[in-house]
């Protein structure tokens, strides 16, 4: 669910690293969004707010459609969070909640 040839962009990834949402193991390229990790493997809803699901919206960072849980850290825009190998993200319900 890529887009992998493009007539004028060209698209230059880092290399492949293995991440976890919601308990299961996923791929995607070290330092793209979260994101866009999660939209090429299918994933559409990133988290549910006043009971309705909600997926990417605007992809810069603007909104709070994308907010989630990684690593442990609530409210987090994974529309520009850079994946990293080994991260563990969430799907976050409501506002989240701060781990103390």
């Known amino acids: 669910m890529r887009i992998t040839e493009h007539p004028v962009l060209e698209f ?45 919206f605007c992809a810069i960072g603007n909104c709070s459609s994308c907010l989630m849980e990684v690593n442990g850290i609530p409210n987090v825009r994974v529309c520009i969070e850079p994946l990293q190998a080994g991260m563990v993200v969430n799907m976050q319900s409501g506002y989240g909640k701060l781990l103390y």
């Open 12 to 56: 230059e990834h880092g290399p492949k690293v293995t991440f976890t949402f919601e308990g299961k193991e996923y791929e995607g390229y070290e330092g793209e969004p979260i994101a866009a990790a999660l939209h090429a493997a299918g994933v559409r809803e990133l988290r549910i707010h006043h009971d309705r699901p909600r997926g990417l």
